[in-house]
Protein backbone atom coordinates (compact mmCIF):
# COMPACT_ATOMS: atom_id res chain seq x y z
CA UNK A 1 0.00 0.00 0.00
CA UNK A 2 1.01 3.27 -1.09
CA UNK A 3 -0.04 5.82 1.94
CA UNK A 4 -0.57 9.19 -0.16
CA UNK A 5 -1.35 12.18 1.23
CA UNK A 6 -2.20 14.41 -2.35
CA UNK A 7 -4.44 17.28 -2.51
CA UNK A 8 -4.31 17.65 2.02
CA UNK A 9 -3.28 20.10 4.15
CA UNK A 10 -1.33 19.50 7.74
CA UNK A 11 -0.85 21.71 10.26
CA UNK A 12 1.83 20.22 12.72
CA UNK A 13 2.59 22.07 15.90
CA UNK A 14 6.40 21.60 17.36
CA UNK A 15 7.05 21.12 13.59
CA UNK A 16 10.52 22.41 13.69
CA UNK A 17 12.78 19.20 14.78
CA UNK A 18 12.51 15.89 15.88
CA UNK A 19 9.38 13.65 15.83
CA UNK A 20 7.39 17.02 13.91
CA UNK A 21 10.19 17.46 11.60
CA UNK A 22 10.19 13.74 10.78
CA UNK A 23 6.08 14.32 10.36
CA UNK A 24 6.18 16.90 8.22
CA UNK A 25 8.71 15.63 6.00
CA UNK A 26 7.06 12.28 5.70
CA UNK A 27 3.58 13.96 4.64
CA UNK A 28 5.76 15.97 2.20
CA UNK A 29 7.16 13.74 0.39
CA UNK A 30 3.42 11.77 0.34
CA UNK A 31 1.96 14.47 -1.24
CA UNK A 32 0.99 16.61 1.35
CA UNK A 33 0.81 19.99 1.72
CA UNK A 34 2.35 21.67 5.43
CA UNK A 35 2.58 24.65 7.93
CA UNK A 36 4.55 23.71 10.68
CA UNK A 37 4.62 26.23 14.16
CA UNK A 38 7.05 26.72 16.89
CA UNK A 39 8.67 29.25 18.78
CA UNK A 40 11.79 30.02 17.09
CA UNK A 41 11.05 31.61 13.78
CA UNK A 42 14.49 30.43 12.65
CA UNK A 43 14.23 27.37 13.37
CA UNK A 44 11.09 26.67 11.63
CA UNK A 45 12.73 28.69 8.05
CA UNK A 46 15.68 25.90 8.03
CA UNK A 47 13.09 22.98 8.16
CA UNK A 48 10.86 24.37 5.83
CA UNK A 49 13.73 25.00 3.56
CA UNK A 50 15.59 21.90 4.06
CA UNK A 51 11.83 19.75 3.46
CA UNK A 52 10.59 22.05 0.40
CA UNK A 53 8.23 24.83 -1.01
CA UNK A 54 5.26 22.13 0.13
CA UNK A 55 6.07 23.39 3.69
CA UNK A 56 4.89 27.25 5.49
CA UNK A 57 5.90 28.57 8.63
CA UNK A 58 3.88 30.14 11.69
CA UNK A 59 5.66 31.37 14.88
CA UNK A 60 4.49 31.38 18.42
CA UNK A 61 3.53 30.06 21.74
CA UNK A 62 1.68 26.51 21.54
CA UNK A 63 0.14 27.90 24.71
CA UNK A 64 -0.98 31.37 22.72
CA UNK A 65 -4.47 30.23 21.89
CA UNK A 66 -4.59 33.39 19.64
CA UNK A 67 -1.93 31.44 18.03
CA UNK A 68 -3.79 28.32 17.36
CA UNK A 69 -6.17 30.47 15.79
CA UNK A 70 -4.19 32.28 13.60
CA UNK A 71 -2.22 28.97 13.05
CA UNK A 72 -5.10 27.48 11.91
CA UNK A 73 -6.34 30.32 9.56
CA UNK A 74 -2.88 30.78 7.98
CA UNK A 75 -3.20 27.31 6.93
CA UNK A 76 -7.02 28.13 5.52
CA UNK A 77 -5.21 31.03 3.48
CA UNK A 78 -2.39 29.57 2.11
CA UNK A 79 -3.59 26.52 1.06
CA UNK A 80 -7.40 26.37 1.38
CA UNK A 81 -8.13 23.75 3.43
CA UNK A 82 -7.14 22.39 6.54
CA UNK A 83 -7.30 18.08 6.73
CA UNK A 84 -4.77 16.68 9.09
CA UNK A 85 -4.34 18.76 12.52
CA UNK A 86 -0.86 16.94 14.73
CA UNK A 87 -0.38 18.00 18.16
CA UNK A 88 3.52 17.39 18.67
CA UNK A 89 4.73 20.14 20.77
CA UNK A 90 5.30 19.08 24.61
CA UNK A 91 7.53 19.85 27.15
CA UNK A 92 8.93 18.40 29.96
CA UNK A 93 10.77 20.85 32.30
CA UNK A 94 10.78 18.61 35.95
CA UNK A 95 12.41 15.47 36.64
CA UNK A 96 11.48 13.36 39.90
CA UNK A 97 8.63 12.33 42.22
CA UNK A 98 5.57 13.37 41.21
CA UNK A 99 4.52 14.10 44.62
CA UNK A 100 7.69 16.49 44.89
CA UNK A 101 6.52 18.53 41.97
CA UNK A 102 5.74 22.40 41.91
CA UNK A 103 3.26 24.21 40.95
CA UNK A 104 4.31 26.22 38.26
CA UNK A 105 6.59 23.27 36.51
CA UNK A 106 3.26 21.41 37.21
CA UNK A 107 0.64 23.90 35.13
CA UNK A 108 3.81 24.86 32.77
CA UNK A 109 3.58 20.77 31.88
CA UNK A 110 -0.79 20.75 31.30
CA UNK A 111 -0.47 23.93 29.48
CA UNK A 112 1.73 22.81 26.71
CA UNK A 113 0.74 18.78 26.51
CA UNK A 114 -2.67 18.71 27.41
CA UNK A 115 -4.52 22.27 27.48
CA UNK A 116 -2.55 23.41 24.04
CA UNK A 117 -3.84 19.47 22.37
CA UNK A 118 -7.33 21.05 22.81
CA UNK A 119 -7.29 24.09 22.05
CA UNK A 120 -6.07 23.69 18.69
CA UNK A 121 -8.51 20.88 17.56
CA UNK A 122 -10.70 22.82 19.02
CA UNK A 123 -9.61 25.50 16.36
CA UNK A 124 -9.41 23.42 14.01
CA UNK A 125 -12.94 21.92 14.18
CA UNK A 126 -14.69 25.02 14.73
CA UNK A 127 -12.93 26.46 11.56
CA UNK A 128 -12.75 23.89 8.72
CA UNK A 129 -13.17 20.34 10.29
CA UNK A 130 -16.52 20.46 11.63
CA UNK A 131 -17.97 20.76 8.38
CA UNK A 132 -15.65 19.65 6.11
CA UNK A 133 -13.79 16.92 8.07
CA UNK A 134 -10.14 15.68 8.83
CA UNK A 135 -8.61 13.68 10.92
CA UNK A 136 -6.44 14.68 14.66
CA UNK A 137 -3.40 13.01 15.63
CA UNK A 138 -1.83 13.25 19.06
CA UNK A 139 1.33 12.39 19.83
CA UNK A 140 1.06 11.00 23.36
CA UNK A 141 4.03 8.27 25.06
CA UNK A 142 4.52 5.00 25.97
CA UNK A 143 4.54 6.92 29.49
CA UNK A 144 1.16 7.39 29.77
CA UNK A 145 0.42 3.89 29.95
CA UNK A 146 2.85 3.20 32.88
CA UNK A 147 5.31 3.97 35.55
CA UNK A 148 8.01 5.77 35.92
CA UNK A 149 10.22 7.24 38.79
CA UNK A 150 11.49 10.22 37.16
CA UNK A 151 9.09 11.49 34.95
CA UNK A 152 5.84 11.18 36.82
CA UNK A 153 4.38 14.44 36.02
CA UNK A 154 5.44 14.45 31.95
CA UNK A 155 3.65 10.81 32.07
CA UNK A 156 0.48 11.76 33.98
CA UNK A 157 0.04 14.73 31.08
CA UNK A 158 0.21 12.15 28.66
CA UNK A 159 -1.98 9.49 30.62
CA UNK A 160 -4.38 12.68 30.36
CA UNK A 161 -3.74 13.13 26.32
CA UNK A 162 -4.72 9.34 25.30
CA UNK A 163 -7.71 9.68 27.10
CA UNK A 164 -8.62 12.80 25.42
CA UNK A 165 -8.13 11.47 22.64
CA UNK A 166 -10.60 9.18 22.94
CA UNK A 167 -12.71 11.28 24.21
CA UNK A 168 -12.40 13.54 21.25
CA UNK A 169 -12.67 10.80 18.81
CA UNK A 170 -16.51 9.89 20.62
CA UNK A 171 -17.28 13.34 20.05
CA UNK A 172 -15.99 14.55 16.83
CA UNK A 173 -17.30 11.30 14.68
CA UNK A 174 -17.90 10.51 12.05
CA UNK A 175 -16.50 13.40 10.42
CA UNK A 176 -12.99 13.86 12.30
CA UNK A 177 -11.12 10.59 13.48
CA UNK A 178 -9.01 11.14 16.24
CA UNK A 179 -6.04 9.08 17.10
CA UNK A 180 -2.70 9.10 19.18
CA UNK A 181 0.36 7.68 18.46
CA UNK A 182 2.40 6.46 22.32
CA UNK A 183 6.08 6.28 21.47
CA UNK A 184 9.24 4.68 23.35
CA UNK A 185 12.38 6.31 23.40
CA UNK A 186 12.97 8.39 20.22
CA UNK A 187 16.19 9.45 19.42
CA UNK A 188 15.65 13.09 19.68
CA UNK A 189 16.91 16.16 20.83
CA UNK A 190 14.24 16.47 22.97
CA UNK A 191 14.99 13.12 24.71
CA UNK A 192 18.81 13.52 24.19
CA UNK A 193 19.39 13.17 28.37
CA UNK A 194 17.65 9.51 28.24
CA UNK A 195 19.51 7.89 25.77
CA UNK A 196 23.19 9.83 24.98
CA UNK A 197 26.50 9.41 26.89
CA UNK A 198 25.57 5.32 26.28
CA UNK A 199 22.44 5.11 28.33
CA UNK A 200 20.25 4.44 25.41
CA UNK A 201 22.29 1.63 24.46
CA UNK A 202 21.25 0.26 28.16
CA UNK A 203 17.59 0.93 26.87
CA UNK A 204 17.81 -0.58 23.90
CA UNK A 205 19.03 -4.13 25.07
CA UNK A 206 15.59 -4.12 27.17
CA UNK A 207 13.60 -3.68 24.33
CA UNK A 208 12.64 -6.95 22.50
CA UNK A 209 13.82 -5.41 19.09
CA UNK A 210 16.59 -4.30 20.81
CA UNK A 211 17.15 -0.66 19.37
CA UNK A 212 15.83 2.60 20.13
CA UNK A 213 13.29 4.36 17.95
CA UNK A 214 14.06 6.61 15.23
CA UNK A 215 12.02 9.47 14.02
CA UNK A 216 11.23 7.59 10.73
CA UNK A 217 9.66 5.09 13.21
CA UNK A 218 6.59 7.90 14.44
CA UNK A 219 6.39 9.56 11.06
CA UNK A 220 5.64 6.52 8.99
CA UNK A 221 2.51 5.22 11.82
CA UNK A 222 1.23 9.32 11.56
CA UNK A 223 1.39 9.10 7.65
CA UNK A 224 -0.61 5.72 8.29
CA UNK A 225 -3.51 7.05 10.88
CA UNK A 226 -3.29 10.23 8.42
CA UNK A 227 -4.32 8.54 5.98
CA UNK A 228 -7.29 7.22 3.91
CA UNK A 229 -6.16 3.55 5.07
CA UNK A 230 -6.88 4.28 8.50
CA UNK A 231 -10.33 5.50 7.46
CA UNK A 232 -11.79 2.96 9.96
CA UNK A 233 -9.74 3.34 12.95
CA UNK A 234 -10.75 6.11 15.46
CA UNK A 235 -10.09 6.60 19.38
CA UNK A 236 -7.28 4.38 19.54
CA UNK A 237 -3.49 4.95 20.71
CA UNK A 238 -0.86 3.11 18.59
CA UNK A 239 2.29 2.28 20.86
CA UNK A 240 5.91 2.19 19.32
CA UNK A 241 8.14 1.11 21.87
CA UNK A 242 10.37 -2.00 19.87
CA UNK A 243 7.94 -4.20 22.39
CA UNK A 244 9.18 -2.32 25.84
CA UNK A 245 6.12 -2.99 27.49
CA UNK A 246 6.11 -6.76 26.42
CA UNK A 247 9.24 -7.26 27.61
CA UNK A 248 10.34 -9.95 30.03
CA UNK A 249 11.00 -8.63 33.41
CA UNK A 250 14.29 -8.77 34.18
Keep these: MDFRLD ?32 RKVDELERTAAEIGSAVRVCAGNVCDVAHGEAAVQFALQEFGRLDILVNNAATNPYAGPLIDADAARFDKTVQ ?62 PRVRVNALAPGLIKTDFAKMLWEGGR ?21 AALFLSSEHAGWITGHTIVLDGGGLIAFPR
Aim: glycine share 14%; charged share 15%.
Design 7 to 38: GKVALITGGSRGIGKGIARAFVESGARVVITG
Design 112 to 173: VNLRAPLMWTQSAWRAWMKEHGGSVLNIASVGGLQTNQALGLYDVTKAGLIHMTKQLAAELA
Design 200 to 220: GEQTAKAYPLKRLGEVTDTAA
